[in-house]
């Protein structure tokens, strides 16, 4: 195999075909993760982050939407400013994690309002 085709980190190849890049996009990650409930990390300008949280509904080429279990609205999201991404083993929400504040991107301790997008 040529040098310049190698991933030296990794020592895997690089893709080639279309098809082979997008089975190891951060779309397709997402997609493999579809039904399950998901905290994602928004970068919004050049230093806030913004977590919204929720089950993964569909995933698209520039988009994520993620739905409230407890209300069933769903959320559309730019998958561009995506950065962190943790999915949870459930297919909902999982008991020890905060809920969110409405409209806002922070945590509150549990007990708190209702998440709401």
Known sequence: MPQETMNTATGSSQPENMNEFYRESFSHALQEAVGYYVTCEFLIGTSNLVVKSGIIYVVGNNFISLEDPDTGN?????????????????RSRPENLPQQRPGMGGNIPSGGGRWNG
Do not use: R
């Not at 559309?76 to 083993?89: G, H, M, N, V």
């Open 74 to 90: 769903v959320t559309i999201c730019d998958i561009y400013s995506l950065k962190f991404a943790t999915i949870y083993e459930t």
